[in-house]
């Protein structure tokens, strides 16, 4: 194969690599860029373009989120990874630990590592990576990544949930949520959350977003239910589609522009945390964006005198 052929066959594991260190669907694809970059001005050929390919976009993307920390620091309010739509790396053999790194609450888990412990997790944990690989990746000694992923594992089983939902009825209970979302049925979504289940929005001080997380069923059952309700009326929709391999949905101006994501988490039944990303600058990839200040402003105008 040439070159090109050879990358392109690699990308979707380099993408899914780079995405699973950062976190950000838009400095993994700059990584991934970098990386054919840096192959393409080398006039060595590897004995395993694999191992080199997935060692550089590692470099690369420990690099990028070193930086990265310090912008998260100062980010105005809740950080969120960006919504991932469809995960372009499959390996059947290794389904469950692909699906289970990439929702947002193993995202979230991952942001508590450092770069190199998270890289060491992801190449090793998630992609079964030999030691070998990793220790090349990370250019330490196979010891010392053996200490990292020690080090890694008990940070994420610190704050793994102790029960989770299979597919299956997680796509039923998300269908009956958003059923109930669309009738404003604040009764029906109340019994499909959790009693502490928590409401929490990313917009990074660049839209509307909730001063605060909005805690217990009752109180995010009446709040969606209302809000679900005036948006309604000026025309936003919304599609349910897999966010970061949870149930989700994409909400719709009236032209078709996104709004925000919702990504819900399911455990033992119940809906546990669902997260909205509505920062403009972390949905330029799922499509055009609505101007959010203006859809909020027309929500309020919409309200109803007795609201």
């Not at 669907?25 to 694999?50: C, H, I, M, N, Y």
């Amino acid at each position: 194969m040439s070159k090109v052929e050879e990358f392109e066959e690699l990308r979707p594991l380099l993408f899914s690599i780079a995405y699973r260190i950062l976190g950000s669907v838009s400095e993994a694809e700059d990584a991934v860029q970098e990386t054919w970059l840096r192959f393409d001005g080398s006039a060595t050929r590897p004995t395993s373009t694999k191992a080199l390919l997935s060692a550089a976009v590692t470099r690369i993307s420990i690099d990028v989120l070193r930086s990265a920390r310090v912008r998260r620091e100062e980010y105005v309010g809740p950080w969120f990874p960006e919504p991932l739509l469809s995960d372009p790396y499959q390996d059947p053999a290794r389904s469950v630990e692909l699906a289970d790194s990439v929702s947002m609450a193993a995202l979230l888990l991952l942001e508590r590592l450092s770069p190199l412990e998270r890289a060491v997790f992801v190449l090793r944990e998630v992609f079964g990576f030999g030691f070998d690989e990793v220790a090349a990746a990370v250019e330490r000694s196979e010891a010392a990544c053996r200490q990292l992923l020690v080090r890694a594992r008990r940070h994420m089983e610190a704050g793994r949930p102790r029960f989770e939902a299979v597919r299956k009825e997680r796509e039923e209970l998300a269908s009956r949520f958003f059923g109930a979302l669309r009738e404003g049925d604040v009764a029906s979504l109340q019994e499909l959350l959790a009693a502490d289940v928590s409401l929490v929005g990313d917009g990074g001080g660049k839209a509307p977003q909730l001063a605060r997380a909005v805690i217990g069923a009752e109180n995010v059952a009446r709040l969606l239910a209302s809000v679900f309700l005036r948006m309604a009326r000026i025309d936003v929709t919304f599609e349910p589609h897999e966010i970061n391999g949870q149930p989700g949905a994409i909400f719709r101006d009236r032209d078709g522009k996104v709004l925000h994501t919702i990504a819900l988490d399911v455990l033992d039944g119940q809906i546990q945390t669902i997260r909205s990303v509505i920062n403009p600058d972390k949905l330029g990839h799922v499509g055009p964006v609505a101007d959010a200040w203006a859809i909020d402003r027309e929500v309020r105008q919409a309200r109803r005198p007795t609201e």
